[in-house]
T-cell receptor
Framework: KQEVTQIPAALSVPEGENLVLNCSFT??????LQWFRQDPGKGLTSLLL?????REQTSGRLNASLDKSSGRSTLYIAASQPGDSATYLC???????????FGKGNQVVVIP | DAMVIQNPRYQVTQFGKPVTLSCSQT?????MYWYQQKSSQAPKLLFH???????NEADTPDNFQSRRPNTSFCFLDIRSPGLGDAAMYLC??????????????FGPGTRLLVL
C-alpha cells in the first residue's frame, strides 16, 4: 500500500523567504506526482504535475522536483507572499488504477 | 467556465437521517470521484466511476452509496449518518483516469455536520 508523508505538518515563514516543502512516498512505481493547494474550507487546486520520467516542473515561483528512486519530492516556493498561505498536498498516482494517494499536507502561513 | 460544482456547500443533518450530496461537472470527463476529508487529514477515496463502471474502495463503509445517472452528475448517499461521518466531502473528475499527464479537477466540497 502506498504511504505518502509530508513534513513538516505546519510551518510559518516571514514574507519574502523561500518555502521548501517535502513529500516522501513508499512505493516508487508511480505514474506521476502532483502538488495541490487547498485553502481553508475549499477544494483542491492542482499546482504542478511531474510525470514519472521527469525530474522537475516549474510554474512561475513554484518549482517541484521528483526523485523517484528515493521516493521523494520537494516543492519550492520562491519569495513567499501572504497569499501563499494555504495547505499544500502531495499526491501520487499509481500506474493505471485511477487512484491518487494523498499526504496529509503542509499547512503554510506566510507572515506579512 | 468548465467546472466541478458541488451542492450544497454546507449540509447539516441529524444522527441517522439519510442525506444526499450532489456533484455535477461541465468538463465532460469520463471519471468521477468521491473523497472524504476530515480535519488535517489526507483526502480518502470512497469510490469512483469510470463512465458507468462503479469502483468501491475496500474500506468504504456500507453506509455510503453512490449513483451516477449520467455523465454530468454524481451523488453520494449516506444512509444513516453517524457523528464520525462529519467531514468535508470532495468530488473530483478526470478525463480518462490514470494518464501520465492527467490531473484531477476538484469541486469546492460540501462540509457535512451531523448533530
Amino acid at each position: 500500500k502506498q504511504e505518502v508523508t509530508q513534513i513538516p505538518a505546519a510551518l510559518s515563514v516571514p514574507e519574502g523567504e523561500n518555502l521548501v516543502l517535502n513529500c516522501s512516498f513508499t512505493d516508487s512505481a508511480i505514474y506521476n506526482l502532483q502538488w495541490f493547494r487547498q485553502d481553508p474550507g475549499k477544494g483542491l487546486t492542482s499546482l504542478l504535475l511531474i510525470q514519472s520520467s521527469q525530474r522537475e516542473q516549474t510554474s512561475g515561483r513554484l518549482n517541484a522536483s521528483l526523485d523517484k528512486s528515493s521516493g521523494r519530492s520537494t516543492l519550492y516556493i520562491a519569495a513567499s507572499q501572504p497569499g501563499d498561505s494555504a495547505t499544500y498536498l502531495c499526491a501520487v498516482l499509481r500506474g493505471g488504477n485511477n487512484r491518487l494517494a494523498f499526504g496529509k499536507g503542509n499547512q503554510v502561513v506566510v507572515i506579512p | 467556465d468548465a467546472m466541478v460544482i458541488q451542492n450544497p456547500r454546507y449540509q447539516v443533518t441529524q444522527f441517522g437521517k439519510p442525506v444526499t450530496l450532489s456533484c455535477s461537472q461541465t468538463l465532460n470527463h469520463n471519471v468521477m470521484y468521491w473523497y472524504q476529508q476530515k480535519s488535517s487529514q489526507a483526502p480518502k477515496l470512497l469510490f469512483h466511476y469510470y463512465d458507468k463502471d462503479f469502483n468501491n474502495e475496500a474500506d468504504t463503509p456500507d453506509n455510503f452509496q453512490s449513483r451516477r445517472p449520467n455523465t454530468s452528475f454524481c451523488f453520494l448517499d449516506i444512509r444513516s449518518p453517524g457523528l464520525g461521518d462529519a467531514a468535508m466531502y470532495l468530488c473530483a473528475t478526470s478525463p480518462q483516469g490514470g494518464g501520465l499527464q492527467e490531473t484531477q479537477y476538484f469541486g469546492p466540497g460540501t462540509r457535512l455536520l451531523v448533530l
